[in-house]
């Protein structure tokens, strides 16, 4: 008989009972070191004090009132945003594939105002990853999400990631807009060069195209910047927001120039949750812990330690890791074709450590963004065991002892 709870994931046969910082505890007393943070989210950890009271306060004082009515903790996060981004204005809603929704119809509306409704194509990355929700399955272009689901929408056209001459060659007179993840996650912890950042814009430039950043895994940290763009020194022209944003309580933004925002009139989108008082009330209190000085600096510090403990391992077990590759403390352990990623998770698991698989066998690693060193030292040694667990002859080796 189907279970109550729709079996729409894998889910592993673990449920934790509480967490602190980067570890979590199950009910039976199990300790973990969280390597994932709930897929690149949960960035300030478990139980971070600040977040817990921000939370808990708002909920003590009105949870939701719907954007009927103006909304001072919304205002008081977009405000914030705007002081520290590309943008002019901010639109709340609830997810990632909301937000990127969002996004879309913000191109297209820039477009149909400039009397050009003809320009509605955005052209997308193979190994992207844009959401679940119907549009978004096409702006991901995997053949496996979208099959079942009917016509594709359409719109979305893919060319291969880092590949600029098939980026010029496919922009025509119906091109809205170019869209990309700095830091392909989902298809493989893939960053996108920061050349090819930097020539997409002048390219966006030179056709009259908006540059669209999915910056919902990448963003609010994780890369070592506030925004994972910022290491190319471009600005977008719009960019959405999720993940991390919230620390783990739902909440997506848009974040977008003027001369796109200002066609998102009353009418023209929303959302009911959206930018609610406790959704931004979380938001601040993630901007009050990622804004303190030095923190950022701290992120970096500690992603740059962790990645060298990474090629160190790559080295000590070739059999098992090809490379390792990313931004910031979103890290991929690219793996040789004999083990695969879900085998490594599995032996990280094993020995205590959380990760996230990726795609085109990657083992991804997206801690929270307070991990100290320490942890990081913890990580690599649990993974070096883990290593050894999956090593091509090691069942064979383990059984001759
Ligand atoms: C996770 C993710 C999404 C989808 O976010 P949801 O909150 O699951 O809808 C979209 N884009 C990127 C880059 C993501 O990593």
Redesign the pocket.
């Known amino acids: 008989m189907i279970p109550a709870l729709m079996p729409t994931y894998n889910r592993a046969d673990l449920a934790f009972e509480r967490g602190e910082g980067a570890r979590l505890w199950t009910a039976d007393g199990r300790r973990f070191l969280d390597f994932g943070a709930g897929?690149?989210t949960s960035s300030l950890g478990h139980a971070h004090p600040h977040l817990v009271r921000a939370i808990a306060e708002q909920a003590a004082r009105v949870i939701h009132v719907s954007n009927l009515y103006r909304i001072p903790e919304a205002e008081r996060l977009a405000q914030r945003l705007v002081e520290t981004s590309f943008a002019d204005s901010v639109f709340f809603c609830?997810?990632?594939?909301?937000?990127?929704e969002g996004m879309i119809k913000a191109v297209r509306k820039y477009h149909a105002e400039q009397g050009h409704p003809e320009r509605f194509v955005t052209l997308c990355f193979e190994g992207?990853?844009?959401?679940?929700?119907l549009a978004?399955l096409s702006a991901t272009g995997n053949e496996k999400y979208l099959a079942g689901f009917g016509p594709p929408v359409q719109g979305f056209r893919h060319v291969p990631f880092g590949n600029m001459n098939a980026v010029r060659d496919a922009i025509d007179e119906t091109t809205a807009a170019i869209l990309i993840?700095p830091v392909?996650?989902?298809g493989g912890v893939r960053p996108a060069s920061l050349d090819f950042l930097r020539a997409l814009r002048a390219t966006c430039d030179e056709f009259g195209l908006l540059l669209a950043l999915?910056?919902?895994?990448?963003g609010m940290g994780r890369s070592g910047r506030l925004w994972a763009h910022q290491w190319a020194g471009i600005e977008p022209d719009v960019m959405?927001a999720?993940?991390g944003i919230g620390g783990g309580f739902?909440l997506?933004a848009i974040l977008a120039k003027e001369k796109v925002a200002q066609y998102l009139k009353p009418g023209t989108h929303g959302s009911t949750f959206g930018g609610n008082p406790l959704a931004c009330a979380a938001g601040n209190a993630v901007l009050d812990v990622i804004l303190a000085p030095g923190f950022l600096e701290r992120v970096d510090r500690v992603a740059r330690h962790l990645w060298r403990g990474l090629e160190d391992l790559a080295r000590r077990h070739p059999a098992v890791i090809e490379g390792v590759q990313g931004a910031g403390l979103l890290l991929g352990l690219r793996l040789r074709p004999e083990v695969t990623n879900t085998a490594l998770q599995d032996a990280a698991l094993a020995e205590g450590l959380l990760t996230v698989a990726a795609g085109m066998n990657v083992l991804r690693l997206a801690p929270p963004l307070v991990i100290a060193e320490a942890e990081a030292d913890e990580a690599l040694a649990l993974l070096d065991r883990a290593c050894l667990r999956v090593a091509p002859g090691a069942a064979q080796a383990a059984a001759a002892q």
């Open positions: 897929i690149a609830n997810s990632g594939a909301e937000a990127n992207a990853f844009h959401g679940r929700t978004m993840e392909q996650g989902e999915d910056e919902v895994q990448t959405s999720a993940k739902p997506g």
